[in-house]
């Protein structure tokens, strides 16, 4: 039996510099992830949305793995998300269940494709905890503008507000291929089928849409929020104009008055 471990372990991974420093056998790279055949059946697959994928490691190997490749991330999390699944080699037949897979052979290309959909479903985890939290602080204000009948949130707040909501949603659409599959699964019928078996098993599209709705909602609060602001500075700006002028028609008064 082994088992497949992936863990958040940053917001993200600089994966040019670890290349240059760590010279393990590479069996796939892009400039999105290296994915690395340590031993016969011992892989260790590394993301740059900061997810680091173990397969036949022992916690030993893996927790000294992690120390080395820590100075190459940016913003490690105190909190490590992380999710597990076992494979079976040398099954009578090939079996997908909820968190294990029976198969009769297995290759570097297997392995890897379940490394992929495992860490897949580890950062999906992590940006819907993000995304969570954006929904809560939305939330908030809105009750705010319910009860109070205007925002609490001033100008620059509202635009780090803004500037949180757009980063996410950047980084989601650049680190997440939830709708693509690697290029192996394109010719190999057997890979094809797995990489299916595998999103539906994790329910990697469903999830991720969930994530893209829930920052839609976010996204029509902000816009909200914003055209109130306007409006809010608007009417500060007439009241301003409003006064400027009643001080310059006292002064012209008072002028007329005194000569």
């Excluded at 909190?79 to 052979?105: P, T």
């Excluded at 939290?133 to 205007?150: R, S, V």
Aim: glycine content about 4%.
């Amino acid at each position: 039996m082994l088992k497949v471990l992936a863990f958040q372990i940053a917001d993200s991974i600089d994966i040019k510099q670890f290349r240059s420093a760590f010279t393990a056998a590479l069996y796939h790279e892009d400039s999105d992830e290296l994915f690395y055949q340590v031993a016969e059946q011992k892989f260790i697959y590394v993301f740059k949305y900061g997810i680091v994928c173990f397969l036949g490691h022992n916690e030993v190997e893996m927790t000294a793995f992690i120390q080395v490749i820590q100075p190459f991330c940016k913003t490690l999390l105190a909190e490590r998300l992380n999710d597990e699944f076992d494979i079976e080699v040398h099954a009578q037949r090939d079996k997908l269940g909820y968190n294990k897979i029976e198969m009769e052979g297995a290759d570097a290309d297997s392995f890897r494709l379940i490394m992929l959909n495992v860490s897949q479903s580890v950062a999906l985890d992590h940006f819907s905890q993000l995304t969570t939290k954006l929904l809560e602080e939305t939330n908030y204000h809105t009750q705010i503008l319910e009860k109070k009948g205007k925002l609490d949130l001033k100008g620059l707040n509202l635009k780090k507000y803004i500037g949180r909501t757009l980063y996410l949603k950047n980084r989601i659409a650049e680190n997440l291929y939830i709708f693509d599959s690697p290029e192996e699964t394109w010719e190999d019928e057997h890979l094809n089928k797995l990489d299916v078996g595998l999103k539906k098993t994790f329910d990697l599209q469903s999830r991720f849409r969930t994530i893209q709705e829930g920052l839609g909602i976010v996204k029509e609060n902000l816009e909200l929020f914003k055209d109130l602001l306007q409006y809010r500075n608007s009417i500060q700006l007439e009241w301003i104009i409003i006064i400027l002028i009643f001080v310059e028609v006292i002064n012209l008064f008072i002028e007329k008055i005194f000569s």
